[in-house]
């Protein structure tokens, strides 16, 4: 089978730091793919290297067999490729209604929009009573919702998540699992950065491993779960 998405020994440089090093990864259709590694390793930079929002100085990134290595981000979303960012980067000014409308800019075909909000408030009903609060109001568990919301709704093919659990009550990280667990159902494709990673490799099909900006470990997520180099990527970290 191809590759939904294949990087090609990819670098990713801010000026002097170079976050990733070289790296290869290549993920199928419909796969579920943990990537882990201790703060500073360079995971939410490969994350922004795949949708545009950080450059890339070296190696090539091809989505569905297209060369996307120098699209913007603007360009990808219709593409299909989202990414929930780390953080909760929702709009503080805007309401919960805005700031999903946001993620479906690219989304032309009025009854797609419609069709994607009423599947964002099933999944979270409480941003549905909550329509038109603010979305800075909103408590912190509340604000990740939306931010995965927003990504879902130019329903994405490729979708990463940058610790999408990162600071919330256990409940919601479950149904945040739970949620991962049935789009992966309806067929996205998603890429997985958790610092929960007993949670990340028991819902993953495979796994990768950073350290220091370069993979030192993969395999399926049973073997990772096993091995020492897992251990080892977080204590030997900078
Ligand atoms: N915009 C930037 N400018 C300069 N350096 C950056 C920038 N973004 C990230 N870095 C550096 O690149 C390295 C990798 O950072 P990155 O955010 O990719 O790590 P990470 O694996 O996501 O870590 P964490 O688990 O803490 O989120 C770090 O040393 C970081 O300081
Ligand atoms: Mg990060």
Redesign the pocket.
């Given at each position: 089978m191809t590759s939904l998405i294949e990087l090609k020994s990819v670098s990713v440089s801010?000026d002097a730091?170079n976050?990733v090093r070289g790296i290869d990864l290549s993920i199928k259709d419909g796969e579920i793919v943990a990537l882990l590694?201790a703060?500073?390793?360079?995971?939410?930079?490969t994350l922004n290297a795949i949708v545009g929002l950080a450059p890339v100085s070296a190696g090539k990134i091809i989505f569905d067999g297209t060369d996307i290595t120098d699209f913007s981000s603007e360009t990808l979303a219709p593409l299909g490729l989202t990414l929930s960012p780390?953080g909760r980067r929702v709009f503080a000014t805007l309401s919960v209604e805005d700031n999903l409308m946001l993620g479906a800019y690219s989304v032309k075909d009025k009854a797609q929009i419609k069709a994607a909000y009423e599947r964002v408030y099933e999944l979270f009903p409480i941003l549905f009573e909550r329509k038109q609060q603010y979305g800075g109001t909103l408590s912190g568990g509340q604000q990740q919702m939306l931010a995965l919301g927003r990504a879902l709704m130019c329903s994405p093919r490729l979708l990463l998540l940058d610790e999408p659990s990162l600071g919330l009550a256990p409940i919601i990280v479950e149904q945040i699992f739970e949620l991962i667990a049935l789009l992966r159902q309806q067929g996205v494709t998603i890429i997985l950065?958790e610092?929960n990673v007993s949670m990340a490799l028991n819902i993953a099909d495979r796994g990768y491993v950073?350290a220091s900006g370069k993979i030192v470990a993969h395999g399926d997520a049973a073997s990772l779960s096993d091995s020492t180099t897992l251990e080892n990527a977080y204590l030997g970290a900078e």
């Open positions: 801010y730091v976050a590694g703060n500073g390793a360079g995971k939410s930079s780390e950065v610092q950073m």
